[in-house]
């Protein structure tokens, strides 16, 4: 027997190689180099290997469209930019995460017990969250570019174990920290059990794997349609629990809660662009033709997700719960982009995405400032006046939520009015109306916390704003500049992204 050698494109993977091939140095780092030299030669690694896989999507960026790895990975405009987005996003989680305050001295000790206070008081430092979360990126990168159920697949778990265990790791409330991280792998291996069994009865529907075999499929109309049926609901039930899309979306307030925030801040910003761009894929590419089957389906889950999200968020009164639930509401406004169907659609969608990252990686950077003695503040009560304290931080914070609640001049205004303008003309009039009912309804514990910031009086004087660490502050900044400046003057990017999104069919 003959064994041919697949042909794996390397230029075309090269993004992809840069991010695991340092991830795999980062991990013989790790078991190879003191300790004292550990963090800044792990921040070294992340922060040029990010720069480095960026400059390969910039090299790649006039391709209009390839595949690679035997047609496995496909690389086109809507993947570049996707994988763009992820590793600025990426870098700027980077200066988040190497304030390693935020993470336990040791991982593997209970937590108050002689081994965990031994680790405390000898300082050691957590830096096995730069290898983990490198592998992460690299399976972020690799799921918008997935072209089959299998390489989908393989991207989903890489980019989802990593974060399993980051959300364990939290240098406080461990205990919290750890039932988040549990929760988080249990609820996610049921998601991928569904995500399989959609994949398999896909691959019986269609005899092939390959999204663009699906498409030719679901357009010869000849199959089984029930097995069509089966697969679409099981695979989006998957990918509906990654987006923390409603009813799948129980497992958000939780892990936002109980992770460090840094990794908080790295899963709420950089997953959603990956997850969506996966969304985005396959229901623009593989499964365009059944629209008709699945659209009522969708259509019923982003209304559910605008409203749970909205609704439920002015109960919290925990501020990282409070932006879980608001992350479930954009959820439910970026399917409206997914229900469009339409080159408008894809474009907004592309544009929310990366305005929403920056916005979330800023207002989770500033969650960390807000401190007492036990380290952060989260308890909503207790921001009471806090720009009385810190009116940079309380005026920084404003400028997120009112991103988030979509008021003009900022980011959050623009990404919701080509959302909802792609949505309303393909259709989708009902959604643009529960959208537009749900961010009225946001917007209402978005102003309540800045009333409580501006306009109330300090009741707790154990509450203060820490001056910032040169990385944080530079995250802070740069996601503030972006959503000013996103929101004033979006023409350029919107013309980028125009140029780009163009799916490969």
């Known amino acids: 027997m003959i064994f041919n050698s697949p042909a794996l494109e390397y230029g075309a993977l090269a993004p992809l190689l840069v991010i695991f091939g340092a991830a795999v140095i980062a991990v013989i780092v790790e078991a190879f180099v003191s300790a004292k030299l550990r963090p800044a030669l792990q921040l070294a690694i992340s922060l040029g290997a990010v720069i480095l896989s960026f400059a390969q999507v910039l090299r790649l960026r006039g391709t209009q469209s390839a595949t690679a790895a035997v047609n496995s990975v496909v690389v086109d405009g809507p993947v570049l930019f996707m994988q763009g987005t992820i590793l ?10 190497a304030d390693t305050d935020a993470f336990a001295a040791q991982a593997s000790a209970i937590p108050g017990s002689s081994e965990e206070r031994t680790a405390l008081q000898t300082g050691k430092i957590q830096t096995e969250i730069y290898p983990l979360t490198l592998f992460a990126v690299g399976g972020m990168m690799l799921f918008p570019a997935a072209n089959d159920l299998i390489t989908l697949f393989v991207a989903l778990e890489v980019l989802s174990l990593p974060l399993y265990l980051m959300a364990g790791l939290s240098r406080r409330r461990r205990l919290l920290s750890q039932e988040a991280a549990l929760k988080y792998f ?29 498409r030719d499929a679901v357009s010869g109309g000849s199959n089984n349609e029930a097995f069509l049926l089966i697969g679409m609901i099981s695979l989006s039930v998957g990918l509906l629990f990654k987006v923390g899309a409603a009813p799948f979306h129980s497992w958000t307030p939780d892990v936002y809660q109980g992770a460090p925030t840094p990794v908080t801040a790295f899963m709420a910003a950089a997953t959603k662009v990956a997850a969506f761009g996966a969304m985005l894929r396959i229901f623009y590419v593989a499964l365009g033709g059944a629209v008709w089957s699945w659209k009522p389906m969708l259509t019923a889950v982003a209304i559910l997700t605008m409203v749970v999200g909205s609704v ?14 608001s992350s479930v509401a954009h959820a439910g406004f970026l399917l409206t982009g997914v229900l469009a169907l339409s080159q408008e659609g894809l474009e907004a969608s592309l544009f929310y995405l990366a305005t929403y990252g920056f916005s979330t990686l800023g207002a989770f950077a500033l969650v960390t400032l807000v401190r ?29 939520l009112l991103s988030f609640a979509g008021i003009p001049l900022t980011a959050g205004f623009i990404g919701k009015f080509t959302i909802f303008t792609a949505a309303y003309d393909s259709g989708n009039i009902a959604v643009v109306v529960a959208g537009v009912l749900s961010s009225a309804i946001a917007a209402f514990f978005y102003i309540r916390v800045i009333v409580m910031m501006f306009f109330t009086d300090a009741q707790d004087d154990t509450v203060s704003v820490t001056i910032p660490s040169l990385y944080t502050n530079l995250t802070i900044w740069i996601a503030a500049i972006a959503t000013v400046v996103l929101g004033v003057f979006p023409t350029p990017v919107l013309d980028a992204i125009a140029s780009l999104a163009v799916f490969v069919r």
């Open 88 to 97: 600025v996003l990426a870098f700027f989680a980077f200066l988040l995460l």
């Open 186 to 214: 249990l609820l996610g291996a049921y998601s991928s059990a569904f995500f399989l069994f959609g994949a398999a009865f896909l691959y019986g529907y269609a005899g092939d794997v390959s999204l663009n075999a699906i």
């Open 312 to 325: 439920i968020a002015i109960a919290q009164r925990d501020v990282k719960r409070m932006l879980a639930y």
């Open 372 to 400: 007492d003695s036990s380290g952060e503040v989260t308890d909503l009560n207790r921001w009471v006046g806090l720009a009385k304290r810190s009116p940079g931080v309380a005026l920084l914070f404003t400028t997120f």
